[in-house]
C-alpha cells in the first residue's frame, strides 16, 4: 500500500471512488455527498492546493483523503460540546473527504489514512486530528472510534448543515 499526493491522472479514478461512496451513503439513507458533492471542481482545486492523497494498491488508486493544515472555518464553533485540544488552527490538522473503493474496504486502508494524517500532523507539531462526518454515517462514525477519535460536539458547515465533529489526541 502506498500513500501518496494526488495528481491529475488520479481525477477519473478517484471520481469513480466517491461514485461508490455517494452510493454507500445513500443506502444509510442520508443525504450527505448524493448532491454531486464533492465534484470534479472541488477534486481539482484539492490537487492544485497539494492537500489530497490516494491510496494505491497495487498501482491501483484505492482510496483518498485530504488534508487541512491551515485551519477549517467551519471547526471555529462547535456546539454541545468541545474539543479536546485549543482552538486554533495551529493546533490540529483536519481530514477531510475520506472515501475507500468497495472492492478495498476492510483492507486496513482506513488505518493507513488515519496514521499517516497523524504523522504528517505531528511532523507540524500539531497536538490532534479533527474530522466531521453526517449524523446519521456510522460506518464511518465507527471507524473513527475505533482508530481513537472521541465525539465533541457538533458543526455547522457553510451550508447550515449539521455534522458530528470528532478529534483524536495525539502522543508525542
Known sequence: MIIR??????????????DEARATIAALGIDQWQNGYPSRD??????????SYTVEIDSTP???????????ITYDH?????????DTSKDYVAIHRVAISVSRRGSGIST????????YARSLG?????????????VMRRMLEKHGFQYCGVIYLQNGDSRV????KLLG
Not at 472541488?42 to 492537500?51: A, F, H, N, Q
Not at 493507513?112 to 504523522?119: G, T, V
Not at 465533529?165 to 483524536?168: L, N, S
Open 165 to 168: 465533529a470528532y478529534e483524536r
Open 42 to 51: 472541488v477534486i481539482t482545486e484539492d490537487i492544485s492546493k497539494e492537500r
Open 5 to 18: 499526493k494526488t495528481t491529475s491522472a488520479d481525477l477519473d479514478a478517484l471520481m469513480d471512488i466517491f
Open 126 to 138: 500539531r497536538t490532534s486530528l479533527r474530522i466531521d462526518t453526517h449524523e446519521g454515517n456510522v
Open 78 to 86: 462547535i456546539y454541545n460540546g468541545h474539543w479536546l485540544t485549543g
Open 62 to 72: 484505492c482510496g483518498t483523503f485530504v488534508l487541512v493544515d491551515d485551519g477549517e
Open 112 to 119: 493507513a489514512i488515519i496514521d499517516y494524517s497523524a504523522q
